[in-house]
Each structure stands twice: as structure tokens, then as C-alpha cells.
């Protein structure tokens, strides 16, 4: 009789632990792209993808996955997020390693101008970044991350004081129903409860994707002098990352896609670039006129707003980067045909057809 009390014990908690995780799943952020683009990932099959994208939402806008697929078979996926904080890359390709075997990431160095970095550290880009994460245990690992970078970034350039930032005292971040138990005042969805699938390969998938804004006018932008060195925190989390690369023996690539900042922020980008290439890095900065003229990107139809190409843009900077690639010998098996990789083609279907939808139906 004592032993079905003690049975029934710990039926009850092992229940009512997974009640809890259910409902803060519930209670946690709600959907969106981020959400949807991370749980596409979660969903490829076991050993099927080769390499990574990262960065910041000119990843979201800049890299389509079913545009590299289709046109070369390359089975590359992005795990950017808005404002990701550039701490995340590391236990984010520590999970990706779990199930594939990655050979090479190519990573958006917007993510580390100083203005977002700490930009990238508001509590609501720092919940945004690691809530949005797969896997509950592995959560945890990206939130020390960012806590372990907050501390460095706070150090280096200074906390500011309007409270928006992220506080590495409170306690509250490992437990996301607390922070978001008031949601229920808005009212849930569907989609608090059940993932809204991304078919598309982590494509974009939102309406914004078609939208058109004439940025020739901003061109002058572009007309600089890269002068001067990256700071010394820049430094510290390049140098930390390829270590990472070559402990895990993961070949890195460093990339600055098309957006338009002001002059300042446009050198800091090319800086970045310049270290990353002196560091015997191969790289690729969008930001030479002759790099976006290869890659044929028209500055008044393929913007959808000044930081971010529209689709049809992203797909002309995403061939453009498989092309360089594939020309410096990186691995990009053609794995068109392949039985594995059957889903692939399927979403590729899908997505150009939305694609092409979305254009001819665009008001």
C-alpha cells in the first residue's frame, strides 16, 4: 500500500512538471517569424544540413533557403533573429551539431556594431532570442550566453539607464510564465498552443516580403574611407568565435549583406570585414558597389526598406553567396535527388509558388 502512495507521488509531480512546462510554453512569446523560422529548422531531418547562416533580420530578408536549394542544391539553413545578439552563435550551432554535420556558417556582422549590440541586449530582444530557442533545456545554455555577453558589452561600453535593458540579477528569465502570465488579459491564440509551421524552409513568409522602396538616393552612403580598427570588444567576440570555429572544425565565412546605415555605421561594418579578412577569413562585403553589382541587386526594385532587402532582393544576394561558395571550394554537394532530401524539393515547390504569388497579386 506504501509503495502505490509513493507510485502515485511521483505520478503527480512528474504531471504536474509537465503541466508547468506546457503552460509556460503557452504563456511564453508570441508567434512570429523567429518562432516559426527556429522550429523549420528543428524540423530537418536528422543529417541534412551542411551549413548555417547567422545574423541579425538582414538574414531574414537576405538569405532564402528554398533559392539555394533549387538553384543549386546547397543544403544551407539561417538561424538569424531580429537583433540576435552575436553571443548566441555558438550554442546555437552546439544545438544545430546535435543532429547535422556542419561544415561551414556564414555569419552577418550586423550584429556586432556597437549601436546593436546593445540594442540587442533590451530584455525584450534578450526573451525574443533564447524563448524563441527549441529545445527546453538548451534555452538555458543560450540565456547564459547572453547573460555572459551582457555582462562584457555593459562593461566595455557602459549600461544605459532607462531600464529597457536586460538585468542579470532577475531570476524572472528562467521562468517565462511568470513574465508573460498576463497574456491572458489579450487573449490567446491558436498558435500560443499549436506552431504555425513554416513550410517554407525559413523563408520569408510575411507579408513585408513584397514590399518595394527606392534606396538609390541613399548610395552616397556607401562613399567612404574604411579608416581606423574595430574596438576592443568587437575584437574579444571575433577572436572567441574563431576559436569556436576552429575547435569544432567549422570553416567561417564573414559577411556584411546590403543595408543602408550612416557613414559611421557603414565603416564600422567594412571594419569588421577588413578584421575578419586580415584574420585569413574569406568574406564578402555588400557594401562594394561592384559586389552588388555581381550580384545584380537593383537599388530601387529589391529593397524593402533602407536595412533590409525585399525577396526578390534576398534571392539575388543568396544566389550570390553560393556562387562564392561554391567558387572557393567550400562543401556544397548538389543533394538534388537524393532521397533524404525529398521534403526539400517539396518546399521549394511551395515557396517559389508563394513567391511568385505574392509578386503578381502585390498591390
Not at 556586432?112 to 538555458?140: C, D, H, M, Q, W
Not at 534606396?215 to 580598427?229: H, V
Request: proline letters at 2%; a neutral charge.
Amino acid at each position: 500500500m506504501k509503495n502505490k502512495k509513493w507510485l502515485r507521488s511521483v505520478a503527480f509531480i512528474l504531471l504536474l512538471a509537465v503541466a508547468f512546462v506546457g503552460v509556460s510554453q503557452c504563456y511564453g512569446i508570441p508567434n512570429s517569424y523567429d518562432t516559426r523560422n527556429l522550429a523549420a529548422f528543428d524540423d530537418e531531418k536528422e543529417g541534412t544540413i551542411d551549413g548555417l547562416v547567422f545574423g541579425t533580420s538582414v538574414i531574414g530578408y537576405s538569405w532564402n533557403t528554398p533559392a539555394a536549394w533549387q538553384d543549386y542544391g546547397m543544403a544551407i539553413y539561417h538561424m538569424g533573429t531580429s537583433e540576435q545578439p552575436f553571443a548566441v552563435i555558438r550554442p546555437f550551432m552546439d544545438y544545430a551539431l546535435k543532429k547535422h554535420d556542419i561544415k561551414y556558417a556564414v555569419i552577418d556582422v550586423h550584429g556586432l556594431r556597437s549601436k546593436t549590440v546593445i540594442s540587442s541586449l533590451k530584455a525584450t530582444k534578450v526573451r525574443s532570442a533564447y524563448l524563441n530557442f527549441p529545445g527546453e533545456f538548451s534555452r538555458f545554455k543560450v540565456l547564459h550566453a547572453i547573460f555572459d555577453y551582457a555582462e562584457m558589452a555593459f562593461e566595455f561600453y557602459g549600461k544605459p539607464k532607462d531600464g529597457k535593458y536586460v538585468n542579470l540579477n532577475d531570476k524572472s528569465y528562467y521562468l517565462p510564465l511568470y513574465i508573460f502570465h498576463s497574456r491572458w488579459v489579450d487573449g490567446l491564440k491558436k498558435s500560443d498552443f499549436v506552431t504555425v509551421e513554416n513550410k517554407y524552409m525559413g523563408a520569408n513568409d510575411r507579408k513585408n516580403a513584397f514590399g518595394v522602396m527606392d534606396c538609390s538616393g541613399y548610395l552616397n552612403l556607401w562613399d567612404y574611407e574604411i579608416t581606423g580598427e574595430i574596438d576592443g570588444f568587437q575584437r574579444q567576440q571575433l577572436e572567441m568565435l574563431f576559436e569556436y570555429g576552429k575547435e569544432k572544425n567549422i570553416e567561417l565565412i564573414f559577411i556584411s549583406l546590403p543595408s543602408f546605415r550612416t557613414k559611421d555605421e557603414q565603416r564600422e561594418l567594412s571594419n569588421l570585414i577588413k578584421f575578419c579578412n586580415e584574420q585569413g577569413y574569406d568574406t564578402i562585403d555588400f557594401a562594394d558597389e561592384t559586389v552588388l553589382n555581381e550580384a545584380g541587386i537593383d537599388l530601387k526594385k529589391d529593397f524593402v526598406n533602407k536595412g533590409h532587402l525585399n525577396s526578390r532582393g534576398g534571392i539575388k544576394s543568396t544566389k550570390y553567396v553560393c556562387e562564392f561558395l561554391k567558387e572557393k571550394g567550400y562543401y556544397t554537394p548538389d543533394h538534388r535527388g537524393e532521397e533524404l532530401y525529398k521534403s526539400w524539393n517539396k518546399s521549394a515547390k511551395a515557396y517559389f509558388n508563394f513567391y511568385e504569388n505574392g509578386w503578381k497579386n502585390k498591390k
